[in-house]
C-alpha cells in the first residue's frame, strides 16, 4: 500500500544497533517486492527469521485444468463449494491462468494450528459472509462482510474466524496488486476525485509480538507446492516496523460510486489494478439521471479479456435469476450483455442496489476440473427467449 505506515518499537536510524531490554540486539529484515524497487518494509525480530528445525512433507496443490483451450460463457454456483474445517483445504481454485488464481473457500475452523505463507502470490481475500481477525507478522487487521483483505506476497498470517459460516472469494495474483495509478498525484496521495481516500485503508493497529522458542509450522506456498517448514522462533516475533509493504483492509462498502447522466463503462468500478487483471467493485448507487438514459449496460466486445462477475448481494440488474456467491465468465472474443428483458426493465429505474466483485483478466482463464461441479448447465444459451 503506498502510504507510510509503523508499529512497534523501531530505532531512530535504519541498518544500525538497536538493542533489546535484554541486550540482545533486534534482528532486522527487509520485506520487498520487485527486487529492491518495489514497496518494502523494515522489520524488528526478537531473533532471526531465518532459523529452520525442519522441512518436512511437500503437497502439490496446483489445479488441474478442465480444458486447456475453451471459449464458453459459463456460471457457477460459488456457495455450492463444500465448507471444510482448514483454511488450505476449503480454498478451491475455480478459474486460472499464469497471470491469477480466483479461489473459493468456505473454511470452517480459524487458521491458528500452523501459519501460512503464499510466497507466490499477493492475496486478495474478499470478505463474503463471517467476522474475524487476520493475524500476521506486521500486526492484526479485525475484519468484517465486505472487506477486502490485501495480504502482500511473503507474509506470514492466521485467521480467526468468529463463527463457522464463513464465506471468501480469493484472488491471488501472481504480480503486485495496486489502487489505479490514475488516482494517484505525483507524490502518490488519493486525488480528489478518487472513489476512496486513504481514510478507507486499514492498517494493522495492534501488534502481537512473541518472544517464543520451540516448534511453528509454517506452511509455505511456492510454485504451487505446499513446503512444510518448522521454525525454531514464534513468526510473529516482530517488536516493530515500518514502510509501505503491509497487509490491509478495505470495505468494499467504502466504495463511493461515480455515477453519470448516462451510463458509464466498468473503469469507473475499478479498485485495484495490476500489469495483468484488474478488480472492480459494483456498489449500490443511483442510476444514471438523462431523462431517457438506459441504466442498463449495451451490450459489449470485451475482445482481449475475459471478464469474471462475482455476486455478492441486492439485485444484478443486468442478468436474470443471479443467486449470492454466483460467478459468471464472460470469455474475450465474443460479445455479452443483458439479459432478455433486463435492457428494457431498466428503463426509468432510478437506483441499484446490486453489490458485485468483477475481474477482468487480460488473459484467457481457465476453468478447473473442480469448477465443473459447480457449473449451471447451459449457461452460455441463457440469452435465448
Ligand atoms: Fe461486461
Known amino acids: 500500500m503506498p502510504f507510510y505506515h509503523k508499529l512497534g518499537k523501531i530505532p531512530h536510524k535504519r541498518h544500525t544497533v538497536f538493542l533489546q531490554e535484554n541486550g540482545k540486539i533486534h534482528h532486522e529484515q527487509l520485506f520487498g517486492t520487485i527486487g529492491f524497487d518495489g514497496m518494502s ?25 478442465a480444458f486447456e483451450k475453451d471459449m464458453q460463457m459459463r456460471s457457477l454456483k460459488g456457495f455450492d463449494v463444500p465448507p471444510k474445517d482448514d483454511f488450505i483445504e476449503s480454498r478451491v ?16 475452523k ?32 479485525p475484519f468484517s462482510y465486505g472487506d477486502y483483505l490485501v495480504v502482500p506476497r511473503g507474509m506470514i498470517y492466521q485467521i480467526d474466524f468468529d463463527s463457522e ?29 478518487s472513489p476512496f481516500c486513504e481514510r478507507d485503508f486499514r492498517g494493522p493497529e495492534v501488534l502481537e509480538t512473541f518472544d517464543e522458542e520451540g516448534e511453528f509450522l509454517v ?25 509501505y ?27 485495484f489494478e495490476t500489469s495483468a487483471f484488474v478488480i472492480c467493485s459494483f456498489v449500490p448507487r443511483l442510476y444514471d439521471y438523462h431523462p431517457e ?15 469474471v462477475l462475482y455476486y455478492v448481494d441486492g439485485d444484478f440488474m443486468s442478468r436474470n435469476n443471479i443467486e ?46 473442480q469448477a465443473l461441479g459447480l457449473e449451471f448447465k447451459d449457461y452460455y444459451k441463457s440469452w435465448l427467449h
Open 41 to 65: 518494509s523494515l522489520l524488528y525480530h526478537l531473533q532471526p527469521p531465518t532459523i529452520v528445525k525442519e522441512i518436512g512433507n511437500r503437497i502439490d496443490l496446483n489445479p488441474e485444468i
Open 93 to 108: 481454485p475455480v478459474l486460472i491462468n499464469s497471470d491469477c488464481h480466483i479461489v473459493l473457500a468456505s473454511p470452517k
Open 110 to 141: 480459524s487458521l491458528r494450528d500452523y501459519f501460512y505463507k503464499n510466497a507466490d502470490a499477493d492475496e486478495v481475500i474478499f470478505i463474503h459472509e463471517g467476522t474475524g481477525t487476520l493475524r500476521t507478522q506486521l500486526g492484526n487487521i
Open 165 to 193: 459460516a464463513n464465506r471468501l472469494l480469493i484472488i491471488e495474483s501472481f504480480h503486485p496488486i495496486y489502487t489505479p495509478k490514475r488516482y494517484r498525484n505525483h507524490f502518490g496521495q488519493l486525488l480528489e476525485h
Open 219 to 243: 506452511k509455505i506456498k511456492k510454485e504451487g507446492i505446499l513446503y512444510d517448514y518448522t521454525y525454531q522462533h514464534h513468526p510473529f516475533n516482530v517488536a516493530g516496523w515500518d514502510g
Open 245 to 271: 509493504n503491509f497487509p490491509y483492509a478495505f470495505s468494499i462498502h467504502d466504495f463511493e460510486p461515480i455515477t453519470g447522466r448516462v451510463h458509464l463503462p466498468p473503469p469507473i468500478h475499478q479498485t
Open 293 to 307: 438514459a438506459i441504466p442498463s449496460p449495451y451490450n459489449h466486445s470485451n475482445i482481449d479479456s475475459d471478464e
Open 324 to 369: 449470492r456467491g454466483q460467478i459468471t465468465l464472460h470469455p474475450g472474443g465474443i460479445p455479452h450483455g443483458p439479459h432478455p428483458g433486463a435492457y428494457e426493465r431498466s428503463i426509468g429505474k432510478k437506483e441499484t442496489l446490486e453489490l458485485a466483485v468483477m475481474i477482468d483478466t487480460f488473459k484467457p482463464l481457465k476453468l478447473t476440473k
